[in-house]
C-alpha cells in the first residue's frame, strides 16, 4: 500500500475499559480472641473494616459486601494487622483457615474447628463466620474451647438492671 514503503504506521489507538469497583462499607469493631485464658490478641478497640476484607485475602464471605461487613472479614483484618506484611493473600492460610464457616486455624495455630464465635456476647444464632454481620461499635469474640465437650464458660457481670456491665467502677 501507500505507506508500506515508508515503514509508516496508521494511527491508532486503545481503548481499555475498566469495571467500576463495587461499592463497599466499612465498620469500627472491636475484636478479641483467646486460648486457653490467654489472648491471641489482646482487644483492638475501633478497628475499620471493610466489606471487602476477606476477599481481598482469597476468602469468602456469604453476606452483602456492598452494605454488610461480615465476621471473616474483622478476623481476616485482625490478621493483617497482627502479622502485618507478612499477613498476604498468598500466605493467609498459613496464619487462618477458615472455609463453610469452620476456623480451624487461626494466628498460626490448628484448634480443630474448636472455636466460639460471639458477637457483643453473644453466638449470632446460627450463623457463622461467613455469614455473621456486624456493624459500627460491635465486639467480635473469638476463643479456642479448651475441651473437646465444648463446656467452657463464658462469664459476664451484670448491671442491677440486668445489662452487662462494660465497665466497673470500684
Known sequence: GMYSDLNILPPYCVVTVEEPAAPVVTAAVSFAAQQNGVFMMP??????????????????????????????????????????DDFTKETAREYLLADGNF??????????????????????????????????????????YQNSEFTDKYVWLELEDGTRASTLGI
Open 43 to 84: 482487644p483492638q478497640f475501633g478497628m475499620e473494616v471493610s466489606s471487602d476484607t476477606a476477599e481481598n485475602y482469597g476468602y469468602t464471605d456469604q453476606t452483602d459486601k456492598e452494605t454488610q461487613v461480615s465476621t471473616i472479614d474483622v478476623l481476616v483484618a485482625a490478621h493483617a494487622v497482627e502479622f502485618g
Open 103 to 144: 476456623i480451624t486455624k487461626m494466628f498460626g495455630i490448628d484448634n480443630r474447628g474448636n472455636v466460639c464465635l460471639l458477637v457483643n456476647g453473644f453466638q449470632p444464632g446460627s450463623n457463622g463466620v461467613e455469614q455473621a454481620v456486624v456493624g459500627n461499635g460491635d465486639f467480635v469474640e473469638l476463643f479456642i
